[in-house]
């Protein structure tokens, strides 16, 4: 009886074709997920924006996750530091929604922004999925993109 030992190139082979073929059906799966899950995504950041456009406080702190509510406790605190560190959120000039990426922590919607100084900065919103399937904003991190 022939074992595995016996055939290493064909048995290499079969471990290459079977890893590449579970890459190839996690990504597809991803690109259908992917679709929906940036649009909802999307449109819950938009809405935290426009509630920042309009001022309105609550509505903006619907949009953050618990962990970000726990933290700031009130929306007028939860307004506070993004009128003072966040402007570039708070009154975007520009708004270009990038591609999501998936982390260890779980999915992130990188955002380019241009701020209300005209300066350009890269958004990563680190998302949070409920239990309802909804999705909450865990962060907001600016960086300064490299444009060169």
Do not use: N
Request: glycine share 6%; aromatic share 8%.
């Amino acid at each position: 009886m022939d074992t595995i030992e016996d055939h290493p190139f064909e048995t290499r082979t079969i471990l290459i074709a079977t890893a590449l073929a579970s890459v190839l059906a996690a990504q597809a799966a991803l690109a259908e997920v992917g679709a929906s899950e940036r649009a909802a995504i999307e449109a819950v950041i938009r809405a935290q924006m426009a509630a920042f456009a309009r001022d309105d406080g609550e509505a903006a702190f619907a949009h953050a996750s618990a962990d970000i509510r726990d933290l700031f406790q009130t929306a007028d605190a939860f307004m506070a530091m993004v009128r003072s560190g966040y402007q570039p959120v708070y009154r975007p000039r520009q708004v270009d929604f990038l591609e999501a990426i998936e982390g260890a922590g779980g999915l992130a919607q990188k955002v380019f922004v241009v701020g209300p100084d005209g300066a350009a900065y890269l958004a990563i919103y680190p998302m949070e999925r409920q239990p309802d399937g909804s999705w909450k904003i865990d962060g907001c991190y600016l960086a300064r993109p490299d444009m060169s």
